[in-house]
């Protein structure tokens, strides 16, 4: 919490009130024994009617005011808590905004999510609870002990007494119960994980006929989880009992006490039954304290999970200002090699290759040749562990994050849209978008039908990730929403795989008819998206094995020839003359 203090800061103010009117809330509640014990003594024992309803008005004035100040303190303890939460959140959602792909390689999205909700939301509520009782539980335990001394000094010592025993079982239960709380907690993470697996994979679990096993290993993952809550659950079950039963054996001792210290005449009846309700607010509020140090405890963990998030140091930084602006959309590759984090080989070694403005580029290769790794080093998702990645003369680790953004339109290899109109979707990389530049980007896209045929049309609702529509119609919208931006260099990551060979042809078309035309990088499976392309690049483990046009690489890369071998059988090839390495 202290290094997220600084959220606080706003909330100064707030966050001295709550605990100062709670305070205020104590005092008012340790003076109504007393008042109890002055009606019992002098009004009841003397039967005078006129004191006891005086003093039962104190006794409503003080409810009243203790109502209030706790109103109060409830109100400033909420507003400092949930802007703090607010604040935190939003700069916990901002680092993540912030975070490059090697930073989120590194961290599950699951463990984001889970700290920009739950764990934040765990946090305010410790904080308003620790606002509002951190100070209050210990103020009335120790004040009931000092106003017990100011009515009789024997009997308080049967405070000093009870108080380190109560405080040992209280406390002693919370040491054991918190270490078990985590493990139900980490246990239930592993069920909602196992449940996540279930629901996404339904359809292989059912094609491998595995039904039976997974509801067998859920049921042994419930069964120990149960387990182990209902040993915490009898654990802290046992904290009432011993607890009462320890302030009832004090209440005799201090009935008995007492008896005997008003039988001498040192005490009287309304002074006894004033410690008694002295003891029993001290009861009350160690219980109160427990169960809070609990909530805190939780909060602390879940606010060191947050700081874990905050204190990520970005990989990537990017200047203010750049000296100047990129000349063209020429973009070149100067013995690059990349490496994963974490990764034990690169994924890309000394990649050297040039495409000039306006031209059309395939990239092709076997699963894990690197080639949208290679794509990904255009746009600055990662950078490269040697070498410069250039577009128009300039690095690009030498652009502003938004002028390269401006400069580079990816259509990714995973078809993502967001929940929304079909409009805000195609406006995220250009935002002042006219309706006609969306319907031409629709038309060149070939998404005019999936447009049309859906009711509002530019309006028509996608749902989450687009569950509402077809993997070719999430794909061609996504092509829509990259050409929308018209920026200089376009890539088009596996952007057809989900598309009929004619859609595609079409597709690749009306790409190259773009003016002004930007430099295109085609990444493909497909040797027949790629065939046409002013240069081909072919990647093999990482290494650039090839690069020409198609009739050039046919002769000349072995790679490229099994490519076309393996998809176009038919095929006859010419001899292969000379390999280029």
Not at 92 to 119: C, G, H, M, W, Y
Not at 177 to 198: C, F, G, H, K, M
Not at 211 to 231: I, P, S, Y
Not at 348 to 359: M, R
Request: aromatic share 6%; charged share 20%.
């Amino acid at each position: 919490m202290k290094n997220l203090s600084k959220y606080l800061a706003d909330y100064k103010k707030e966050s001295t009130l709550a605990p100062a009117f709670k305070l205020l809330e104590a005092l008012f509640d340790l003076l109504v024994p007393i008042v109890v014990a002055q009606i019992i003594d002098y009004g009841i024992k003397q039967h005078n009617q006129s004191y006891i309803f005086q003093q039962a008005g104190l006794l409503v004035l003080l409810a009243v005011l203790g109502i209030a100040s706790s109103i109060t303190a409830q109100w400033f303890a909420a507003k400092a808590s949930v802007g703090f939460a607010t604040k935190l959140r939003q700069a916990a959602f901002d680092k993540v905004e912030s975070l490059s792909f090697a930073n989120l390689d590194q961290t599950a999205p699951s463990t984001l999510i889970t700290r920009l909700t739950s764990d934040i939301n765990q946090v305010q509520t410790g904080l308003n609870m620790a606002l509002r009782l951190l100070l209050r539980s210990p103020f009335i335990v120790f004040g009931s002990m000092v106003m017990a001394f100011t009515i009789n000094f024997k009997a308080a010592l049967i405070f000093l007494a009870a108080i380190p025993l109560l405080a040992l079982v209280v406390f002693g239960i919370m040491l054991v119960s918190i270490p078990l709380y985590r493990q139900v907690q980490a246990r239930l993470d592993e069920i909602t994980r196992l449940t996540n697996e279930n629901l996404t994979g339904v359809r292989v679990i059912r094609a491998f006929g595995k039904e039976g096993a997974e509801v067998a290993k859920f049921d042994q993952k419930v069964a120990a989880m149960t387990k182990l809550n209902e040993f915490v659950g009898r654990l802290a079950a046992a904290l009432n009992p011993l607890t009462y039963a320890l302030i009832n054996i004090a209440t005799i001792i201090l009935i008995y006490v007492g008896a005997i210290q008003v039988n001498s005449g040192a005490m009287q009846q309304g002074q006894v039954v004033a410690l008694y309700n002295y003891l029993a607010q001290m009861i009350v509020e160690l219980i109160k304290l427990a169960s809070l140090i609990i909530t805190i405890n939780r909060a602390l963990a879940c606010a060191d999970r947050v700081d874990q998030v905050l204190s990520i140091e970005p990989v990537q930084t990017y200047p203010e200002k750049n000296a100047a602006r990129p000349a063209d959309a020429s973009v070149s590759f100067k013995n690059v090699t990349f490496t994963y984090p974490q990764a034990s080989a690169p994924a890309l070694s000394d990649i050297s290759f040039e495409a000039a403005a306006g031209s059309t580029v395939g990239i092709i290769g076997g699963t894990g040749s690197g080639k949208s790794s290679l794509a990904a080093l255009i746009a600055r998702f990662y950078d490269a562990d040697a070498g410069e990645v250039a577009i128009g003369g300039q690095a690009v680790a030498d652009l502003t994050q938004e002028e390269l953004r401006q400069q580079v339109a990816v259509v990714p290899q995973k078809a993502q849209l967001f929940a929304g109109s079909i409009r805000d979707n195609l406006r995220l990389g250009k935002e002042a978008a006219s309706d006609q530049e969306l319907w031409n980007a629709i038309k060149l896209a070939q998404a005019s039908d999936v447009v049309e045929n859906k009711a509002g049309k530019l309006d028509f609702k996608i749902e989450q990730e687009g569950r509402n529509l077809s993997g070719g119609q999430k794909q061609r919208l996504t092509i829509a929403r990259a050409l929308v931006k018209q920026s200089p260099v376009l890539i088009m990551d596996d952007s057809d795989s989900a598309l009929d060979l004619a859609t595609a042809a079409r597709l690749r078309q009306s790409v190259a008819a773009l003016l002004p035309k930007p430099t295109t990088f085609i990444i493909s499976q497909r040797a027949s998206s790629i065939m046409q392309a002013d240069q081909i690049l072919v990647l093999d483990d990482g290494r650039l094995v090839g690069k020409g046009q198609h009739q050039t690489l046919l002769q000349t890369c072995r790679v490229y020839r099994e490519i076309i071998r393996s998809q176009f059988p038919d095929w006859e090839l010419p001899e292969l003359e000379s390999e280029v390495d």
